[in-house]
C-alpha cells in the first residue's frame, strides 16, 4: 500500500488523540492543552471557549495570517462512551492490526484531526495569503453542545470563507444532511396501588400513549416530504430510545420519563410535530388532572439542530470539487454534525473526512490507513487555494 510522508506523524498523533478518554459530557481540558501544546510556534492564534464548569473547551487556531477568509477544518474532541468488554482490543489505545487503527473514536472523528494536526506545520512554514483555521469541539455527540459557544466565541475573530466538517463519511462529500432535534420528557402523575388504579394517575400509561401519538404521525411526515427529497428515508423521522419509570409491578407509577428525537428534513416539519404533539399532550393533561391537579407533562430541550441545506453553488462544494477534481458526486446522508450549526452562522460548509460511519460507535471502531493517507493527501493541496487573496 502506497503511503504517505506525514503518515507515521499522523499515526502518532492518532495513538494520543485515542489515549484521552474524551468521552461526550466528561472533562476534554487534558486533550485540548495536548493539542494547544501542539500548535505553539505553528498556529498565529488560538481562542478558547469553555462550558460553564470550565472542564470541557473549544478550540479555534489559526495558521497564517488573522484575516478573514480561508478555510475551517472542524472536528469534535468527544467520543460515545465504551463497554471494554464488547472490544476485541482496549478501546482507548489506538491498536493497528494489518492495515486498519483500532480505537474509539479513530473514525469518529480523531483520524482526521491527526491528519489536520500532521498536516499544519508544513502549512505554517508556507506564505500563506488567506489562513487555514483548526475548530475543535466538546460534546458533539451528545446535544452539540459546544459548536455554538464556539461560534459565539467567534465574534470579532477572523470568518471562514468555508468549512470542511472531517466526520467519517467514507471520502465521499456530503452537500446536505438531516436536523437533530433531541428531547426529554418527563411524565409525573401520582403513585399509588395497582389494584385501585383509577385512584391514581400512571405516569408510565400516559407516557406509552404520548409515545403513541409521537410515533403515529409517522404517515403524516410522510406525506409531508418534499418530491425532491434528497434523502433515504426521504421524509423526517421520530424516535424513542430510552424510556424509564416505576418502581414496582405492584405500584402505579407516578413518574415516566423518556427521551427521543426527530431528524427534520425542513424546518417546517419540527413545527408540524410539536404542534401535534401539544394537542395530544392538552387532551393527556386534562384526563391527568382530574385526578391529580398537579400532574404535568414537562419536555426538556437537549438540542434543536438544523440539517445542513442542500446548496449546489456553496463554496465549500466548490472547495472540494477543486481538491478533488473533476466533478465528484456529492451525497446527502441521514444523520447529523456541527456542519449545520456553522453554515447557520454564515460559514457555507461541507461533510467529508476518512473512515466509515457504519463502524463509528459501534466495539472495536476503527479507521483504515489508506483512508488516512488520502485525506492528507487531499488536505495538503488546500494551499492552493490559499496562496492569493
Known amino acids: 500500500m502506497s503511503g504517505h510522508p506525514l503518515l507515521d506523524d499522523a499515526l502518532g498523533i ?59 477544518l472542524a472536528g469534535h474532541s468527544d467520543v460515545v462512551p465504551v463497554d471494554p468488554d464488547d472490544w476485541t482490543s482496549p478501546p482507548f489505545v489506538a491498536t493497528r492490526r494489518e492495515d486498519r487503527i483500532y480505537g474509539r473514536g479513530t473514525a469518529d472523528m480523531k483520524g482526521f484531526v491527526a491528519c489536520v494536526l500532521a498536516l499544519a506545520p508544513r502549512w505554517a512554514a508556507l506564505d500563506l495569503a488567506l489562513p487555514v483555521h483548526l475548530a475543535l469541539t466538546y460534546d458533539e455527540e451528545d446535544g452539540f453542545h459546544g459548536a455554538p459557544v464556539l461560534i459565539d466565541s467567534l465574534a470579532g475573530a477572523p470568518r471562514p470563507a468555508a468549512a470542511i466538517v472531517g466526520e467519517p463519511t467514507g471520502l465521499q462529500v456530503i452537500g446536505a444532511h438531516k436536523g437533530c432535534y433531541e428531547y426529554t420528557t418527563t411524565v409525573t402523575g401520582m403513585d399509588g396501588h395497582s389494584s385501585h388504579p383509577a385512584e391514581a394517575v400512571s405516569a408510565v400509561h400516559h407516557a406509552t400513549r404520548w409515545i403513541g401519538g409521537l410515533l403515529g404521525l409517522a404517515e403524516d411526515l410522510a406525506d409531508r416530504a418534499p418530491t425532491d427529497s434528497r434523502f433515504e428515508p426521504v421524509h423526517t423521522t421520530t424516535n424513542v430510545g430510552v424510556v424509564a419509570g416505576g418502581l414496582a409491578r405492584c405500584t402505579v407509577a407516578g413518574e415516566c420519563s423518556f427521551e427521543w428525537e426527530m431528524r427534520p428534513v425542513q424546518r417546517s416539519d419540527a413545527g408540524f410535530v410539536r404542534g401535534r404533539m401539544a394537542e395530544v399532550e392538552a387532551e393527556l393533561l386534562a384526563e391527568m388532572r382530574t385526578v391529580h391537579p398537579e400532574a404535568s407533562i414537562e419536555t426538556e430541550v437537549v438540542c434543536e439542530i438544523d440539517g445542513l441545506e442542500w446548496d449546489d453553488t456553496s463554496p465549500a462544494v466548490d472547495l472540494m470539487r477543486s481538491l478533488l477534481g473533476g ?63
Open 327 to 389: 466533478d465528484p458526486p456529492v451525497g446527502v446522508v441521514a444523520y447529523g454534525t456541527e456542519a449545520g450549526l456553522y453554515q447557520a452562522a454564515g460559514i457555507p460548509s461541507v461533510v467529508w473526512g476518512p473512515g466509515d460511519i457504519g463502524v463509528a460507535h459501534r466495539p472495536d471502531e476503527f479507521v483504515e490507513v489508506v483512508d488516512l493517507v488520502a485525506c492528507l493527501e487531499v488536505l495538503e493541496r488546500l494551499p492552493e487555494r490559499l496562496v492569493a487573496g
Open 14 to 72: 492518532l495513538d494520543d488523540l485515542v489515549a484521552f478518554p474524551s468521552v461526550a459530557l466528561t472533562p476534554n481540558v487534558d486533550l485540548i492543552a495536548w493539542v494547544v501544546d501542539r500548535l505553539d510556534g505553528v498556529a498565529s492564534d488560538i481562542r478558547l471557549s469553555h462550558d460553564a464548569t470550565g472542564t470541557r473547551a473549544n478550540l479555534f487556531a489559526t495558521i497564517g495570517p488573522v484575516v478573514d477568509g480561508g478555510i475551517m
